[in-house]
């Protein structure tokens, strides 16, 4: 029960990380304003990350033995992440990135506990990793938001 339970937060965070990705495409596309150099190269920046981790997640869950959300139907259904349109302003769009970069952190969390207790090291380290690097990111964006 711990593996699926496990493969399901998985596929929620593979669909949170799905919306997330291309709220981040659509920021880095609409940016406007005296920002626009520094964040458009950063909305890259933190798209192609964000990529790469879709597909260690999604590989992960294959790992495991499951199967990974691939649609967008199911991304949308599944998500925490709401899809965000027509932000256009530097404040708007780092506010909103570190709002569901704090929740897929949360998330990630639970998804390590629940590992650890499972003795899934290969998924607890991958969430180490994710949390790591990310929460550094969120302190970097709340710093540019002052």
Known sequence: MMK???????????????????????FHWNIQGKHFFELHAKFEEL??????????IAERILTIEGT???SFEDYLSTANVVSKKNI???????????????????LEKRIKE?????????????MSDFLDEQEKTIWMLKAWMK
């Open 114 to 126: 629940l590992a650890t207790e499972a003795g899934d090291d290969g998924t607890e380290d991958l």
């Open 88 to 106: 256009h302003n530097g404040e708007g769009a780092v506010g909103s990135i570190i709002s569901d970069m704090k929740g897929i952190l949360e």
């Open 47 to 56: 798209y192609n990350d964000a990529a790469l981790k879709i597909d260690e």
């Open 4 to 26: 699926k339970e496990i493969i399901d937060q998985l596929n929620l965070l593979l669909s949170n990380y799905q919306i997330h990705y291309q709220n981040l495409r659509g």
């Open 68 to 70: 990974p959300l691939h």
